[in-house]
């Protein structure tokens, strides 16, 4: 992936407002020490703040710090505050693109591939988003690869579970994000509105496919999101089909223990 001169200003801005820790840091004093152009930096700075990344003072004792603690800043958020989001085709995000003729169902795939990681990371939307930019972009280098032994959406949803893969074994493992709270939302009570209940229940829903292991995750993903077959899914996998259909059984075991309270009375 190239990373555009804009792109590698903004994340030596935002190391450099980490190490200087808590207090104002002038926008003089970064241009200097790391090289970069003082109103390009300023417009970087801008962009950065409006994304909560940074804040600023004016004043003579003003200037730059960091929103928030630097550990909770990634370089992806870095990078997409001054570049747009990372999961685009052809520079914008896959609900703005429109093909024609027999490429006209491909924005729909994209964005089904992205959809597919984001469930696959238990709801990590910008973790989904820097693996589906991957896959589109593997998925564009390798189209002479694509023998039609399966569906290109297929093949694509292997690519991008090649890539979630490869993501877990750099990370060895995932957190389920605790922003909100399924407790904080009346599920019991009949007089709750169906809009709290179903936020309720897509956040349980959240929790308790967390709770999954990585394969049985993948396998609920793959037949019930993303709509294929026990064949297709293994495809995907890469594992044999009766592999899938185990771990789709463990995977409903847990999901009915967990969900219990969701099923309807009777």
Not at 8 to 13: F, K, L, P, S, T
Not at 22 to 37: H, L, S, V
Not at 100 to 127: D, F, K, M, P, Q
Request: proline share 3%; with cysteine.
């Amino acid at each position: 992936m190239r990373i555009s001169a804009r792109a590698d200003y903004a994340v030596r801005a935002a190391v450099e407002l980490a190490a200087a820790g808590e207090g104002p840091t002038k926008g003089e004093a970064i241009a200097r020490a790391q090289g970069i152009p003082l109103k390009f930096l300023e417009n970087i700075l801008g962009d950065l703040r409006h994304s909560g990344i940074v804040r600023s003072q004016r004043g003579a004792d003003g200037g730059y710090w960091l929103a928030r603690p630097a550990d909770q800043i990634t370089v992806a958020d870095v990078i997409r505050a001054v570049e747009g989001p990372l999961a685009s085709v052809r520079g914008g995000p896959p609900e703005d693109v429109a093909y024609a003729g027999a490429a006209e169902s491909l924005s729909s795939v994209w964005i089904a591939v992205r959809a597919s990681l984001r469930r696959l990371t238990s709801g990590n939307h910008a973790l989904a988003d820097d693996l589906a930019q991957e896959t589109f972009l593997l998925a564009y280098r390798n189209l002479k690869s694509f023998r039609q032994e399966a569906k290109f959406s297929t093949w694509l949803y292997r690519i991008a579970y090649n890539a979630f893969l490869g993501d877990i074994r750099k990370t060895k493992e995932l957190q389920l994000s605790d922003d909100e709270d399924a407790d904080d939302v009346t599920t019991s009570d009949d007089t709750a509105t169906p809009v709290a209940r179903a936020v309720a229940l897509s956040i349980d829903l959240q929790r308790a496919m967390a709770v999954l292991s990585d394969a049985e995750r993948a396998a609920i993903v793959q037949c019930y999101h993303n709509d294929l077959s026990h064949e297709e899914a293994a495809f995907v996998l890469g594992c044999p089909v009766g592999t899938v259909k185990t771990h789709i059984l463990r995977a409903k075991q847990k999901l009915k223990a967990r969900l219990g309270a969701w099923a309807p009375e009777g």
